[in-house]
């Protein structure tokens, strides 16, 4: 399919607009020009999807609660380790401004999409949009558990509207899910689409030396993740055995309909010297490989990201030298530096991401940790913050020396943590950005003993006030 002169024009105003941007305003530039396009034209998002899936693009779509950039980014640059053409929208920026924006700038000069991988990460919330559009060849969810309730409602609503979405297409999208996670792996139950299972064995995960048995259902184990007590089948109470502190261990099973999670296909083991392994019980292939970023909430990520790296007979050679040097993009999960000091920053936006990054933190081996909160609610980060309320901070406690929490609604953390169990005495409240980045490193500098590292976890918006301190 060609473009018209319509939509030729516009593409040349993206780029345009694209340019002022990056060399005037120093800003990335890929969403805005395509938000005052979509004003201009109502209807130019759904010309750029006929063209884009009239062509001999594979589209990949990844959605989830967490861990979506992280996996969409080890899929594209995987997919360019092996010398593909890949477009993509790797910053993150999920919404179809964001995904269109990436889709204008995969144009070349001669007006086609040049691209044979077209990889978008999709909030969850406009799933239904997105696939009806792009008509995706696989689809990746990550995980669903609840997160900003006054926008998407709770999260079942979220699992019915994406199957529903699924079912509305007039073909079957190969899917790839988690084995461990009980409303994600439900996407795939009772349809006919071909499914690839991916989650952890036994001794594969960081925690598992200090797991515990868990045993009987629900009431039985309060680390049962609280957003999948019912089954999402039929509505039963989920049984749940397998190994306490660690969701990614755990099993599940419904007596009354047999709903419960498949065993994995691509399966995460333990390896000498920090190396990970990922094997696949279907081909025996096995990569072994020594992950760039840490923590099992990202092994999952690798785990999905070879899923379907491995479905497009991306060489394995590719695949480990792609996972072993990746680096997360700024504005997620990364390390920086600030008076000298190394900085560990994550983005915390729901309580199931906040309780992975504190064990995170737990298994860094340090002793007591210095931590700056930077805690708000703007529109992007959820006017309802009670969520926080959701958080295990209980048993991490113990980790943490000084707090200082920075942001709009630091008095909320505030009263979260000492609620927690951390001594008033350890947290400070300081309402300007870089004075609180200052103070805790100020504090953390006069240690002498058990000086490690100082972390950062921070809302949404708050992630760009940061940027401009921490290099």
């Not at 261990?249 to 000498?272: E, M």
Request: glycine share 10%; aromatic share 12%; charged share 20%.
């Amino acid at each position: 399919m060609y473009l018209s002169f319509k939509e030729k024009f516009e593409i040349i105003i993206y780029f345009f607009l694209k340019f002022i941007l990056n060399k005037i305003f120093m800003r990335q530039g890929g969403v805005l020009p395509a938000h005052l396009l979509k004003i201009l034209d109502r209807n130019i998002f759904d010309d750029l999807s006929r063209d884009v899936t009239s062509g001999n693009t594979h589209i990949i779509i990844v959605t989830g609660t967490n861990g979506k950039t992280t996996a969409s980014n080890l899929i594209a640059e995987g997919l360019k380790a092996s010398g593909e053409t890949v477009c993509a929208n790797l910053n993150g920026a999920n919404m179809p401004n964001g995904i269109f924006g990436a889709i204008m700038g995969g144009y070349g000069l001669n007006f086609r999409f040049n691209s044979k991988f077209l990889v978008a990460e999709t909030d969850e919330k406009i799933f239904p949009y997105i696939v009806s559009r792009l008509k995706p060849e696989v689809i990746v969810v990550t995980n669903l558990y609840r997160d900003q309730l006054d926008r998407y409602g709770e999260v079942n609503t979220t699992v019915t509207e994406i199957k529903n979405a699924v079912k509305a297409l007039r073909y079957n999208p190969f899917f790839v899910l988690p084995s461990y996670e009980p409303l994600a792996s439900s996407i795939g139950y009772g349809l006919n689409n071909h499914a690839l299972y991916y989650g952890f064995i036994e001794n594969a995960s960081q925690e598992q030396a200090a797991a515990r048995p868990a045993k009987g259902a629900w009431n039985s184990s309060p680390l049962v993740p609280a957003d999948a007590m019912a089954c999402p089948n039929c509505g039963n109470i989920l049984e749940y055995t397998g190994s306490a502190g660690n969701i990614f261990l755990l099993k599940f099973r419904c007596g009354k309909c047999g709903f419960q999670n498949p065993s994995p296909r691509i399966s995460a083991g333990s390896a000498p010297g920090g190396y990970k392994t990922i094997s696949d019980g279907d081909t025996g292939k096995s990569l072994s490989f020594k992950p760039s970023v840490e923590g099992d909430y990202n092994m999952a990520n690798y785990l999905a990201a070879y899923a379907v790296l491995s479905k497009f007979n991306v060489p394995e050679a590719a695949i480990g030298n792609s996972f072993e040097n990746f680096r997360t993009r700024y504005g997620r999960s990364y390390k920086g530096s600030y008076r000298g000091m190394e900085i560990n920053v994550d983005l915390v936006k729901n309580p199931s991401g906040f309780d992975r990054v504190l064990e995170k933190i737990a298994g860094s081996g340090l002793k007591s940790v210095d931590a700056l909160f930077a805690f708000s609610d703007r529109d992007a980060d959820g006017r309802d913050v009670s969520w926080i309320w959701d958080v295990n901070f209980e048993p991490f406690v113990k980790i943490f020396g000084n707090i200082v929490i920075t942001g709009l609604r630091p008095f909320d953390m505030a009263v979260r943590l000492k609620t927690a169990g951390i001594g008033k005495e350890k947290i400070t409240v300081e309402h300007d950005m870089k004075k609180s980045l200052k103070y805790i490193a100020g504090i953390h500098e006069r240690k002498k003993e058990e000086r490690g590292n100082v972390f950062v976890l921070s809302t949404y918006t708050e992630l760009a006030n940061l940027r401009r301190y921490i290099s």
